[in-house]
C-alpha cells in the first residue's frame, strides 16, 4: 500500500506511544486477513521508518509487488531505524536461534546513511554495519537470538559494528548476546551497556586459543571518549581482568563490572580515571588489595561487596563527594582512617576479620548507616560516634571481642548524640558482643530506648 501510493513518502511512523490512551489504542497484528502481518514495504525514498510497540510478525525478503517496493533491509538511505517491541518479529518466518535461521540473517543496507537504530524486543539477530561512518546510536535490549557481537565464521569474525567512527551509544542489556568481546575501535563511543547478557568473556582474536583475560589491556583502549561502562553476566569464564585493561579510558565516569563470582585476580588499576565517580564491582572474586582511589576525587559511590578481597582498608581522607563505601562480605583485616568523609551517607565493613579498633568516624557527619557486625573489633575510641546526628543505624553486633566496657563508651557518645541533635528511631544493634552488659550500660540502653530508640542486646 505505502510503497504504490506514496512513492515520495521519507517518513513512515506506525508507533504507538507508551502512554495508557495510546495501549487501550489499535495495534498492527495478526488476523484473519493477514495472517502473517508482514512489515509495511515502502519505497527507499524512505529515511526514517518507525513501527514500534506494535505486533508485526514477519519481514519478507521476496518482492511480489513492484520492483519499487522494499523491505528494510533493501532501503539504502535509511537515518532512523525503529522497531522496537514488536516481539514476535522474525526474517521470512525464520527465527535466527532456529536450525534453518542462519539462512535468512537479519542485514541493513543503509550503512552509508543511517545514525539511529533501535531494535528492543525484536525477534531477529544483530545486523552487520561494519564501516557506518554516521551511526551514532543503537540499542537491541531485550532480544532473544541478537547472536554474538564478533560476526562470521571462526577465523574471519569481525564486530558488527566495526569502525563506526560517530558512534557514541551502544546498548545491548538483557540481550542473550553470546561469544567474546570486540575490540571496540569506535573512537567516540561513551556509553556502553552490556548488563545482563550471556557473554563469556576474553577478546575476540580470530584464534582458537583459551581465554586467560576477560577484559584485555586492548579492548577498550580506542574508546578515549568511554565515561559510562556497564557489564554484568553470569557466563563469564573463571579469569582475570588486565590490570591495564582501563588505564587509556581517562573520562570514564561510571563503572559497573558483575559476574556471579567468576572474575578472579586484582582489582584494575584506576588512578588514571580522574572523573571516576561510581564503581559498582559487587559479587565477583576480586583478591588483593582494595585501592585507596587518592587521584579519584570525584568519587561518589564504591562497592566491593561479596569479593575475596584481603588486607587493609587504605586510607580514605578527604574524598568530599564520596556518599556510599560498601565492602562487606570480604577477607579485609584492618581498617585505615576514614576521615574528612563530608558527604558518607553509608559506611559496610560487615561480614570480615577487622580487628583493632572501630573507625574514628568523627568527621563523618552525614553517616545514616553504619554496618561493622560480624568482624574482630575490639575497641572504640571516644568521640567517634558523638557527632553522627543524622545516624539512623548501626550494627556492631557479631563483635565477640567487645567488652561491655567498649559498649558502654558507645552507648554513652549516643546518648550526647541524641542530646545534641534529640530524633526517636534509631536503630542500635549490640548482639553477640562479649557478654551480658552491667548495670552502668544497661541504664544507658534504657535512657536511649525511652527516648524512642530501638536497641537490640544480647
Known amino acids: 500500500v505505502f510503497a504504490n501510493r506514496f512513492q515520495n513518502l521519507e517518513t513512515l511512523n506506525l508507533a504507538r506511544l507508551s502512554n495508557a490512551a495510546a495501549a487501550a489504542a489499535f495495534v498492527f497484528s495478526v488476523d484473519t486477513v493477514d495472517p502473517e502481518c508482514e512489515l509495511p514495504r515502502v519505497t527507499d525514498n524512505c529515511t526514517s521508518y518507525n513501527v514500534s510497540r506494535n505486533k508485526f510478525r514477519n519481514l519478507k525478503t521476496t518482492n511480489t509487488g513492484p520492483s519499487e517496493s522494499k523491505n528494510i533491509m533493501e532501503l539504502t538511505n535509511l537515518v532512523y531505524l525503529n522497531l522496537y517491541a514488536n516481539s514476535a518479529l522474525k526474517v521470512n518466518n525464520l527465527n535466527p536461534g532456529d536450525s534453518g535461521g542462519s539462512a535468512a540473517p537479519f542485514f541493513l543496507s543503509c550503512g552509508q546513511t543511517i545514525e539511529q537504530v533501535i531494535l528492543d524486543f525484536a525477534d531477529i539477530n544483530l545486523p552487520s554495519l561494519i564501516g557506518a561512518q554516521k551511526l551514532q546510536y543503537f540499542r537491541a535490549r531485550y532480544m532473544t537470538f541478537p547472536g554474538e557481537m564478533n560476526q562470521g565464521s571462526v577465523g574471519s569474525k569481525e564486530y558488527f559494528l566495526s569502525n563506526c567512527n560517530e558512534l557514541t551509544y551502544l546498548n545491548l542489556d538483557n540481550s542473550r548476546v553470546r561469544g567474546k568481546f570486540p575490540v571496540f575501535n569506535n573512537l567516540k563511543l561513551e556509553r556502553v551497556y552490556l548488563q545482563n547478557t550471556q557473554m563469556t568473556g576474553g577478546e575476540e582474536d580470530n584464534t582458537t586459543n583459551p581465554i586467560t583475560e576477560l577484559i584485555r589491556e586492548t579492548t577498550f583502549k580506542q574508546c578515549t571518549e568511554l565515561s559510562d561502562l556497564r557489564i554484568t553476566s553470569n557466563f ?42 561510581l564503581v559498582i564491582m559487587p559479587t565477583n572474586n576480586f583478591s588483593g588489595n582494595i585501592p585507596n582511589f587518592s587521584s579519584n576525587q570525584l568519587i561518589e559511590h564504591i562497592d566491593f561487596s561479596n569479593n575475596s578481597l584481603s588486607g587493609n582498608i587504605p586510607n580514605f581522607i578527604n574524598l568530599q563527594s564520596l556518599r556510599l563505601l560498601r565492602l562487606q562480605s570480604n577477607n579485609l583485616t584492618g581498617v585505615g582512617q576514614l576521615s574528612s568523609l563530608t558527604s558518607l551517607t553509608e559506611l559496610n565493613l560487615s561480614n570480615n576479620s577487622i580487628s583493632g579498633s572501630i573507625p574514628d568516624l568523627s568527621t563523618c557527619t552525614k553517616l ?20 553522627l546526628t543524622r545516624v539512623r543505624f548501626i550494627d556492631i553486633s557479631g563483635n565477640t571481642s567487645m567488652s561491655d566496657e567498649q559498649i558502654g563508651k558507645i552507648l554513652s557518645d549516643l546518648v550526647i548524640n541524641y542530646n545534641t541533635s534529640p530524633r526517636s528511631g534509631v536503630t542500635l544493634n549490640f548482639r553477640n558482643t562479649s557478654g551480658p552488659l552491667g548495670q552502668d550500660e544497661r541504664d544507658l540502653v534504657e535512657e536511649l530506648r525511652l527516648n524512642g530508640w530501638n536497641v537490640t542486646t544480647d
Open 236 to 277: 563469564f569464564e573463571a579469569k582475570p581482568i588486565n590490570t591495564n585493561a582501563f588505564i587509556s579510558n581517562t573520562k570514564l565516569q561510571i563503572l559497573i563490572i558483575r559476574s556471579g563470582g567468576k572474575i578472579t585476580g586484582n582489582v584494575p588499576t584506576l588512578s588514571n580515571c580522574t572523573l571516576l565517580r
Open 368 to 387: 545514616r548507616t553504619v554496618s561493622l557486625s560480624n568482624n574482630n573489633f575490639n575497641s572504640y575510641s571516644s568521640g567517634s560516634f558523638t557527632n
